[in-house]
């Protein structure tokens, strides 16, 4: 079992759905990292957090350290929100989940 | 403007050939980092450095190494005794502290 599990794997959403993309972690983290990754491979940094909630225009991210569980949730979704999206747990390194392929259509 | 810089993009070599992927950055970062991603895994760490002139071996070393002679460069050459050396590469580098990283723009690596 992989120490960090992202679900889905793939979601298709239409235009201006509310999405949600789960991240569980079962290894004591430092801080957890959500991360952009558009079809030209580039990674962007969209959120790191130790507790909480934090909000950035249309995106929320929240974790719950003692379930050991962090979502991403976008609002007003839009086709440019497509790409991958991929949570990491920071220990000692970074611990990567594989990923989220989310297609936004018009 | 501040960041990171691979090149090239994309890079092909034929089997057995050494080849060397460039990773610069100018955010005066002392810890830099090299990746590997491959579809349907999450990345995966080949080397790290947090210092010039001192590096650590990732989760996956083997058939790689690197070099740091300067804080704002950190070459990663991919060696022939690298098994599957066809995948997409992607340094980072992180700043005080390390949680947080910045992600260059990655080489996608084809062989031959």
Redesign the interface.
């Known amino acids: 079992k992989n120490e960090v599990e992202q679900s889905p794997q793939n979601l298709t959403a239409q235009e201006g759905e509310f999405i949600t993309i789960n991240c569980s972690y079962s290894v004591g983290i430092s801080a957890l990292h959500w991360l952009q990754q558009h079809p030209g491979g580039g990674i962007v940094s969209l959120f790191m957090l130790s507790s909480g909630k934090k909000k950035h225009g249309r995106l929320i991210a929240t974790i719950n350290i003692q379930e050991k569980h962090s979502s991403l949730h976008i609002t007003a979704s839009h086709p440019r929100d497509s790409a991958v999206y991929i949570c990491a747990c920071a220990t000692n390194k970074l611990i990567f989940g594989t990923g989220t392929l989310l297609a936004v259509q018009p | 403007d501040g960041g990171i810089t691979q090149s090239p993009k994309y890079l092909f070599r034929k089997e057995g050939q050494n080849v060397t992927l460039s990773c610069e950055q100018n955010l005066n970062h002392d810890a830099m980092y090299w990746y590997r991603q491959d579809p349907?895994?999450?990345?995966?760490?080949i080397y790290?450095s947090q210092i010039v002139n001192d590096f650590q071996k990732?989760d996956i070393a083997e058939g790689y190494s690197v070099s740091r002679e300067k804080k704002e460069s950190f070459p990663l050459t991919v060696t022939s005794a690298q098994k599957n050396p066809t995948a997409?590469y992607?340094c980072a580098s992180s700043g005080q502290g390390g949680?947080?990283?910045?992600?260059?723009?990655?080489t996608?690596l084809t062989v031959l």
């Open positions: 349907g895994q999450g990345l995966r760490l790290y990732g997409f992607l949680n947080e990283q910045f992600f260059g723009p990655g996608r």
